[in-house]
């Protein structure tokens, strides 16, 4: 669907993933969409020390950067959970810690409708939206993606990476 609509996209990847999925990540990279790291195994990292969240945050960088030979630049705390150890390691390592403004709940099996009145309800222009390329059970995503696509771009939105929206 992003490559019908010609929509780059930022896919923050979980190491864990990356070595059972490698072809996902090599794809979204050749395609021209932006990493982001998301952690190598989505534990919650505010309830570990800095030494066990500095190892989170290497082992998925070196898994993304073994497939794609690129350094990620940004990092999506699982669950948006974060303190200021987390704060002090990623200023450390040159990274922005990303958040979302809309979360669409696709990961909560939530039906295409519900998906797509999340977004709509809410959309202003700079948000980033979250949703979820895998889940486990049920997705909706992909059917929602098919109303949402074509209706925010009808309606003048723009389809940007992180990094570029925080370049503007």
């Known amino acids: 669907i992003l490559k019908k609509y010609e929509i780059k996209a930022t896919f923050f990847v979980i190491g864990v993933n990356v070595d059972n999925y490698p072809n996902p990540l090599l794809r979204a990279a050749s395609e021209g969409h932006e990493i982001g790291n998301h952690t190598n195994s989505h534990s919650i990292l505010k309830s570990m020390n800095k030494n066990k969240i500095q190892e989170e945050i290497d082992l998925c960088e070196n898994k993304i950067f073994e497939l794609t ?21 990623a ?22 409708s519900e998906i797509v009145k999340n977004v709509i309800k809410n959309v202003k222009g700079g948000d980033i939206i979250l949703f979820h390329d895998y889940l486990s059970g049920e997705s909706h995503t ?27």
Not at 80 to 87: H, N, Q, R, V
Not at 91 to 112: F, P
Request: glycine fraction near 2%; hydrophobic fraction near 40%.
């Open 69 to 89: 030979s690129t350094k990620t630049k940004i990092l999506r705390p699982p669950c948006g959970l974060y303190d200021e150890s987390l704060i002090d390691i």
């Open 91 to 112: 200023k450390n390592c040159d990274c922005k810690i990303i958040l979302w403004n809309i979360d669409t709940h696709d990961w909560a099996h939530l039906s295409t």
């Open 142 to 168: 992909i059917e929602a993606l098919e109303i949402l696509i074509p209706m925010l771009l009808k309606n003048g939105y723009e389809f940007v990476t992180i990094s570029q929206l925080l370049e503007n």
